[in-house]
């Protein structure tokens, strides 16, 4: 079994800011973690993703996230918040041993405030 | 190169209608998956095709939905007698291999009945 949460529905921060988009995961088995952003009426884009090695990871349009296994974490950082990252964020895991369909997190909108 | 392409971007149809909903894969990828997103929901998984294999089919609400995939490329989603709750975006996505890739997400269907 597997899940995730992302417990803000909602983050806002002034531009030039650090952003955190919080996501927490429930996996039987070593965990899978992506990062998806959606644009109004688009579809998902990937960001990034965790399979293993390294507990940062880095991705598209200078965002980061960390996995913290003891915590069960996957949390989205950016270090300097832009105005074009506006937008909804979803968390995914999937996990070994399974058939890779991942369970998406409800999302998480991001307002970057000017 | 070319995305994931899905057809038609908006159906507006009456309660009880049957709707197709095609999605084309990016070529040479062997995983696709059937996606419901609703306002506030998050992704809800509907189906999963890998390869030649047997779909996995665990995600449909009901056996008015089903989907089929032919050739190993092109996939419809049909949904039958068709209800207001139907209503949302269908997504599709595919992924090269088996290995836990990322998705590459279509645009969409916004589906709307009547």
């Known amino acids: 079994a597997q899940s995730v949460a992302q417990p803000e529905d909602q983050v806002n921060v002034a531009e030039g800011n650090p952003l955190t988009v919080k996501c927490t995961y429930s996996v039987s088995g070593n965990p899978y973690l992506f990062w998806y952003v959606q644009y109004p009426n688009r579809g998902l884009q990937f960001l990034l993703k965790?399979?293993?090695?390294?507990?940062l990871v880095k991705g598209s349009y200078g965002f980061e996230a960390e996995f913290n296994k003891s915590q069960t974490s996957f949390h989205l950082k950016k270090p300097s918040a832009l105005v074009s990252d506006s937008a909804l964020y979803f968390c995914?895991?999937?996990?070994?041993?399974?058939?890779?369909?991942?369970?998406f997190g409800r999302g998480t909108s991001l307002i970057v405030h000017p | 190169g070319a995305g994931v392409s899905q057809s038609p971007s908006n159906k507006v149809t009456e309660k009880g209608k049957d709707v197709e909903l095609r999605c084309d894969p990016i070529?040479?990828?062997?995983?696709l998956y059937w996606y419901r997103q609703s306002l506030g929901q998050g992704l809800e998984f509907l189906i999963y095709?890998?390869?030649?294999?047997?779909?996995?089919k665990s995600g449909l609400p009901s056996d008015r939905f089903s989907a089929e995939r032919t050739g190993g490329s092109v996939s419809t989603l049909t949904i039958q007698r068709t209800q207001q709750e139907d209503s949302a975006v269908y997504l599709c996505a595919s992924s090269p291999g088996t290995a836990p890739n990322e998705q590459f997400f279509g645009p969409g269907t916004r589906l709307t009945v009547l």
């Open positions: 070529s040479g990828h062997t995983a």
């Open positions: 095709f890998q390869g030649n294999s047997a779909p996995d």
């Open positions: 995914a895991v999937s996990h070994s041993g399974g058939s890779y369909i991942p369970t």
């Open positions: 965790y399979i293993t090695g390294d507990n």
